[in-house]
Every structure is written in structure tokens, then in C-alpha cells.
């Protein structure tokens, strides 16, 4: 008979992250049966949620924007590569002034709390957390994102980007741990779940499956990825939650071999080879090329000998992820870099990023598809003139109307659309953070709308199906594509006027007309068939 053993599931070594001080208050230590206990107040609870997710909406790690940064100095960087890489650079130093967050998309709030059992809080924690988020979310520019549903189908944005996502855990000790993330949409909708066997477990089997399973990532999560994969889970659910956690660099000081007790394990020869696999997909930072993912985490966990789970999941160039923590000492968030101008060379300062192709939106639209139609799929342009907004629940309203026979808003017809939802508006400034949202999700409505003279030219990021590349073909469309995650430069320095059109009780998801100036962006999806990442699936 086996004897029994604890071995810690996840035994991650101590890291030394820096952090700074929020405050020394609010916390005390006190006796409690012959031992000292942590006596943290809600108050101390709402302060370091407030804090940290103020920080990570504006900033990012050091290590993030260095591995950007490299990118500039790769020869066997594409120039998209570079082009993204800068735009990303020069986003960080823009928000950096605490103004216009990072994304547009300022994402679902999650913490992950690790609770000593000598710090003593009074209970209700989730509470008091969601109160530091609510303040935040609050007083920023940052975006509701949150819907709540009302019945099974009518749902309403929260208008606080309450409720959270909140996991609470007990451990030893007299210390309060915690992971925050800011996760956007359009990364959480790439994690992804493969119910698979013993069969794939073998080299030649696995580094293929997991090769194939990337590619489907696509670019509309804004690469470059910090890209995660988990290999077993004792369930499903932990499979995805080890992905969620790796992904976020959380996992980092795992070891590097299993043992008979079923620790987890990283295994980085795994990592180096998928890293190479990415590299060799050609998708690149978004528009071809050699960063497609800037890292690979790759952990093994142990599995039921019937199930072998596959999680999949990405952090993407939006890096929400900050440590936080409370002890004897005070109330502390993880150090983020406030001068992310520094990593920009100075051979890049006061170049020019707009592309040669100038489009003018300010005429019939039939004559910018005929500009559209004189240059390939890859041709980088530059928009001046009119768009106007409209995204998920804008396009299901305006297909209601044309299934009541009404047709299409003349503004559809005579502008290009942008599929976005922007941040809030920060006083004095033309726009709030302003950035693209994932154009597949449209995708359904895109020959219905072309058919009716709609949705001509569409802007937005990532890939697109191909039944619109059809629809193209067909109708005489385009789609552009925009640069993932610079949402505070493109607010910056592209935005000049965003007036509310339809739907104001949608939010962020009211229908906009934008004034825009050299906004850039990418022929992806042409009039004649042309689809740039389907070329690039075939040449690879």
C-alpha cells in the first residue's frame, strides 16, 4: 500500500518582483494565541484593487516592452514586424501619462487572491475589491465592457464594468497574495479547450498538434502573443485555469521536470520549439512576418488516464497582468515602467509612420473603391475623412431594421466602418482610446449588408471568413485591416472628432461618426478575391 505524501501541485519558486509602497496604513499586527496575526481592513482591500488595476490600464512590464524592443534591432524582423512593434512602443509612452488607457478595450477584471491563514480581513473580500475596481473604472477613461442579462436574450451594459471575476484561495502564512488581470475580449475569446487522448502524447504528435492549434489563433487577439499551452488538467476547468495563469507569466518558476507525485512542470525544450514553429507560420505581427509570439509557455499537469485536456490561451500585445500584495509592511503593487519612451532608439524619433498611400473618404463611395481597386492586398494606406462606428449590437439592431424592410441607414452606404467601441472620452481630448475590435465576429453580416449597398469599405482587426472574402468578390468590398492594440496613439494622434450618431443607451457600442486624419491601415480582403492571409497560409 502506497503511503501517503503531500507534494505542492504547483510548486512555483519565489521570484523577486519589484514592487512599490501604496501605504503603510490600514494594517497592523496583532497577538492572537501565541502568535501574530496580519489585521488588514476592507478599506486596504479596495486600496491596493484600485491601485493596481489604475496601473495596469496605463502601464506595462519592463520585460514586455524590452522584448518590443528587440524587434527593432532583429535583421530578420519583417517590416511589419518593426511597423507594429514602433506603433505598440510609441502606444506604451502615450499612455503612460495616465490619460488614454493602453486599449480601448480595458477588459474584464480578475484577481486571483492568495489569503494567509493569520491575516484576518472580517470576510466579505470580494466586496471590498470590487468597491477598488468599481473606483477605478469609475474615475479613468477606461471602458464598460460588462453586459448583464436581463432575461435570456435582452441583456444591458453594467455601466460599471462590475460584476468581476474573483477567486479566493487559502494558504499558510501571514501574507495576502494577489494576481490582477485585465483581460480584453478579444484575447479571452482564443482560449481555447481540445478534449484529446494518450495518442497525441508522443513528440513527432504533439509539437504538430500544438503547431496546427496556433495558426487558428489568428491575428485578431493583437499579437505579438505571449502564447501559453497546458497538457493535462485533473479537469477541464484546471487545464484552462493553468493557461489563464501561464499566460500571465504567473507560472514562470515552475520546475523544469515532473516527479511520481504529479507536480506541474514546464517543459522548455517544448517552449523553444513552438516559439520556432510560431516564427515559421509567416503570420507575424499581425500583417507577415517572423513575431508572431514573442514567448511559448508550455506546462505539464497530471491527468485522468481516460482524458487528456489541451488548453490554449494568449496574453496579447495589451500585457494586463500585475502582482500585488499585502504583509506587515503596508499595501505594495508590482513596479510597472513609467518611462516606456526609453526603449524606443533614437533613430525612430520624429520619423514619420504614415503610409505613402493616401485614401480621401471625403467623396462618393464609389469612387474610394475604385482608389481601393488600383492597389494589392498588403498596400498600407492612410484614411482622411469620415467613418463611422459600429459594432456586435449595432449590426444585430440594423439587421432588425432590414428584416422590417426599412434598409439600411444612408451613413452605412456613404462611409467606411469601423468595428471598435471606444474607452471614455478624457476631458479636453477629441476621443477616449479608440483602437479596432475583432472583425470575425461581423462576419455574418457582411454579404446581407454589401448586398443592400452597406458596410463597402470595413476597417478592424484580425481575420476574416471566407464568406466574406466572397462577399468581396461579389458586392465590390474591401476590408482593412487596422493595427491590434495601439488604441491610445491612434486616439492620439489619427482621431479628430467622434460625435454619438444612433443607439446611446448601447454605450460603447452606440453607432459613432469619426473624424479621422492619415489613419492607418492594411488592404486585406480586396474586390477581386484577394485574401492577404489566406496568401500567406498558402506560401506557407
Known sequence: MAEFRYVEPFPVAKEETPYRKVSSDLVSVLPFDGQEVLKVGPEALTLVAREAFRDVSFLYRPAHLAQLAA????????????????????????????????????????????????????????????????????????RYSQTVPLTMYDEANSGTNLPAQIDLYATGGMEYHFLMIAKGGGSANKTSLFQETKAVLN?????????????????????????????????????????????????????????????????????????????????????GGKYFALDVRVVRLPRHGASCP????????????????????????????????????????????????????????????????????????????????????????????????????????????????????????????????????????????????????MIAKGNRSAQVTEACRKHGGFYLGSVGGPAALLAKENIRKVELIEYPELGMEAVYRLEVVDFPAAILVDDKGNDFFQQLACAG
Open 71 to 142: 524587434i527593432l534591432d532583429d535583421p530578420e524582423a519583417s517590416e511589419n514586424d518593426r511597423g507594429v512593434a514602433l506603433a505598440l512602443l510609441r502606444n506604451a509612452e502615450v499612455a503612460s501619462g495616465f490619460v488614454l488607457p493602453m486599449c480601448q478595450d480595458t477588459g474584464t477584471a480578475t484577481i486571483e487572491g492568495k489569503k494567509g491563514q493569520r491575516v484576518w480581513t472580517g470576510g466579505r473580500d470580494e466586496e471590498a475589491l470590487s468597491r477598488g475596481i468599481f473606483d477605478t473604472y469609475a474615475k479613468e477613461s477606461l
Open 310 to 457: 489541451i488548453g490554449m490561451g494568449v496574453s496579447c500585445s495589451a500585457d494586463r497582468n500585475i502582482l500585488a500584495k499585502i504583509d506587515r509592511d503596508g499595501i505594495w503593487v508590482e513596479e510597472l515602467e513609467r518611462n516606456p519612451g526609453r526603449f524606443i532608439p533614437e533613430r525612430y524619433r520624429g520619423v514619420p509612420a504614415r503610409p505613402k498611400v493616401s485614401i480621401d473618404l471625403n467623396r462618393p463611395m464609389k469612387e474610394i473603391l475604385a482608389e481601393l481597386s488600383l492597389y494589392p492586398v498588403a498596400t498600407l494606406v492612410a484614411l482622411t475623412g469620415t467613418i463611422v462606428v459600429a459594432r456586435d449590437i449595432a449590426h444585430a439592431k440594423l439587421k432588425e431594421r432590414l428584416d422590417r424592410g426599412e434598409g439600411l441607414p444612408q451613413y452605412l452606404k456613404d462611409h467606411p466602418v469601423y468595428y471598435a467601441g471606444p474607452a471614455k472620452t478624457p476631458e479636453g481630448l477629441p476621443s477616449g482610446s479608440f483602437g479596432p475590435t475583432t472583425a470575425g465576429r461581423m462576419d455574418s453580416y457582411v454579404d446581407l449588408f454589401q448586398s443592400q449597398g452597406g458596410s463597402m469599405v
Open 203 to 287: 513528440p513527432a504528435s504533439l509539437l504538430k498538434y500544438l503547431s496546427e492549434k496556433m495558426k487558428t489563433l489568428g491575428t485578431a487577439a493583437c499579437p505579438p502573443y505571449h502564447l501559453a499551452f497546458v497538457i493535462g488538467g485533473t479537469s477541464a476547468e484546471a487545464c484552462l485555469k493553468t493557461v489563464k495563469l501561464a499566460s500571465a507569466k504567473a507560472l514562470d518558476g515552475l520546475p523544469t521536470s515532473g516527479n511520481d507525485q504529479g507536480q506541474a512542470f514546464r517543459d522548455v525544450e517544448l517552449e523553444t520549439q513552438l516559439l520556432e514553429a510560431a516564427r515559421n507560420t509567416g503570420i507575424g505581427a499581425q500583417f
